[in-house]
């Protein structure tokens, strides 16, 4: 039996319940929740998460979370964000077959074995395991071989730790990051120079994958429809109102009423 201090975090910190999950989302039936964020709660336990079975879109960055078994479930799940959590592996992710972005930096995974669970999603293609700009990153990408060691395992990225990898525009990286190593400090004896900077900030040529049946879409599109018809309306109100001061004007009768 492990000492209760051995572990303050979980003892301390925050089980994902049915109620947590409706005040967040709005939604009273799990079922039908489609985007959640849950950034920093503190949260230790995904507690009954894998019943919000039509989750598309899904932010638990800057928890404690050290799992992710109820992730499984997520068939729909498209997007996740675990960032800045102390996972170690990602096995449950197998499972979402929909996946098609994954940031994971900031987080304890210490070799590209753990990142095999991953190569059975055919639709992944974005895939973050560090930033910069946040300071945040994973052990095995200390590692001279990292990026080759990644691309091995997961052929069909384009964009890895917000590079593209493949397609239009990944000579360009691919230049950048020859430039750089040429221009790494060496061993030898001589002259040192000055180790190149990256040209732009992390994530400037990022491309997020797009989705014709997203919630986000989904929901521009409603708010169009809704924007569209309070146009209508105050037209229609106040072509209602002209009529009526039409008809009350001192030459108007009672019989002029129009609306």
Not at 19 to 37: D, H, N, P, T
Not at 83 to 97: H, I, K, M, Q, Y
Not at 224 to 235: F, K, M, P, V
Request: proline share 7%; with cysteine.
């Amino acid at each position: 039996m492990e000492p209760q201090g051995e572990k303050p975090a979980e003892a301390d910190g925050v089980r994902v319940t049915p109620q947590l999950l409706k005040s967040r989302s709005g939604e009273f039936a799990l079922e039908s929740i489609l985007l959640l964020k849950l950034r920093g709660l503190g949260l230790v336990d995904l507690g009954c998460l894998g019943e919000c079975l039509g989750l598309e879109w899904l932010d638990l960055s800057g928890n404690a979370l050290t799992q992710l078994g109820p992730l499984a479930s997520l068939r729909q799940l498209v997007v996740l964000n675990v960032a800045d959590n102390r996972l170690t592996g990602l096995e449950p992710l197998a499972a979402c077959e929909s996946l098609q972005s994954l940031n994971a930096a900031g987080n304890l995974l210490a070799t590209p074995g753990q990142l095999q669970c991953l190569a059975g999603l055919r639709g992944l293609e974005y895939l973050r395991l560090r930033d910069p700009l946040a300071r945040l990153s994973n052990p095995l990408c200390t590692s001279p071989s990292y990026w080759a060691a990644v691309r091995e395992l997961l052929p069909g990225l384009k964009v890895l730790d917000g590079e593209r990898v493949t397609g239009q525009g990944s000579e360009f990286y691919q230049l950048c990051r020859d430039l750089d190593s040429s221009l790494r400090p060496s061993s030898s004896p001589g002259p040192r120079a000055t180790e190149a900077q990256p040209w732009v900030e992390p994530g400037y040529w990022e491309s997020w994958p797009t989705r014709s049946s997203s919630i986000l879409e989904e929901a521009c599109r409603q708010f169009q429809d809704t924007l569209q018809e309070c146009h209508d309306l105050d037209r229609q109100a106040n072509d209602s109102l002209a009529q009526a001061e039409q008809a009350l004007s001192p030459a108007g009768t009672t019989s002029s009423f129009v609306f």
